[in-house]
């Protein structure tokens, strides 16, 4: 359980707060798709690392889907404040953060499914196959969904900097 | 391999080739260093995922971890979660009160008069008026008699 959870945890909280943009949400989605292992873990059928990991990745998805059509909208991301910070570094830290608002805010204007494939193929690293398999389409159109993703947050990305 | 494919691969995929899917990765690296259009579409494509390298998150919370495992080891493998503890206190209280409704039922049911036409002539007007006129008596006090 030990070795599970601290192997997964990372990887499932970073996906859910990538989609939701919310700590406490993303944590619940992250508890609650260990749950979700427990109650399978009596009749889970070992196919492999690949398979189970596909499978996590797309009850993540999942939650973070019904908890975004709750909410009532499709944008994910909840506002961050601004902060102010004086201590060394902090400038540093103030770009750093400003970089990352501004790829928050072009992912957050994607279409859902090209927001998906964005967020499994390039932040979670899945392989093409398996991030089509999670998103249940073909890997021609994870390709699709990925090129036009892309366009767009180059037009965007680049304008912004 | 040629430009197009090469193109649309990075589109997809992104500047880093061994991202790239296995079977495309030795003609796409025999193209890139072949053709200087390769290195420029790759370039392209690298600043891209750069940007998008930017956005970082928050790692887990070490509380959020103990309380995974926590929930993990109190609870049999397997066993799904409408068997969870707080689930059977909801099931019990649901299933007092269903007994609680049938008690009152039986109790209107088993208090009420025999169809009989003497006795239900006293209260035949009542019966016939109230949601259990599926007594069998009607306004008549006869047995039967309701429509």
Known sequence: VHALVSQKLPRILTLALRMLGDVAESEDVAQEAFLRIWRRAGDWRGDGGARFDT?????????????????????????????????????????ADQASSLVRAALAELPERQREAIMLYHYQELS?????????????????????????LR??????A | MDRN????????????????????????????????EA?????????????????????????????????????????????????WSMLGAGGALAAGLAAGVLFVVVAAPPAEPSRSAEFGSVYARSSFGDLGVGMDGAPGGGD
């Open chain 1, 55 to 95: 499978w996590l990745h797309t009850v993540v998805l999942n939650l973070c889907r019904d908890r975004l059509r709750r909410r009532g909208r499709e944008k994910p991301f909840a506002e961050t404040p601004e902060r102010a910070d004086e201590t060394p570094g902090a400038e540093a830290r103030v770009q």
């Open chain 2, 5 to 36: 494919r090469f193109a649309d691969l990075a589109a997809a995929y992104g500047g880093d080739l061994s991202r790239w899917p296995i079977a495309e990765r030795a003609g796409a690296e025999a193209w890139l260093t072949s053709s200087p």
């Open chain 1, 155 to 160: 037009a965007r990305l680049h304008g912004m």
């Open chain 1, 128 to 152: 093409n196959q398996d991030a089509a398999t999670a998103l249940e389409v073909s890997v021609e159109a994870l390709e699709s969904l990925l090129s036009r993703a892309r366009r767009t």
């Open chain 2, 39 to 87: 290195a420029r579409i790759i370039a392209v494509h690298q600043r891209l995922d750069h940007w998008l390298n930017n956005y970082v998150v928050e790692a887990a919370r070490p509380d959020l971890q103990r309380r995974i495992i926590t929930e993990a080891v109190s609870r049999p493998r397997g066993l799904p979660s409408m068997l969870a503890p707080w689930r």
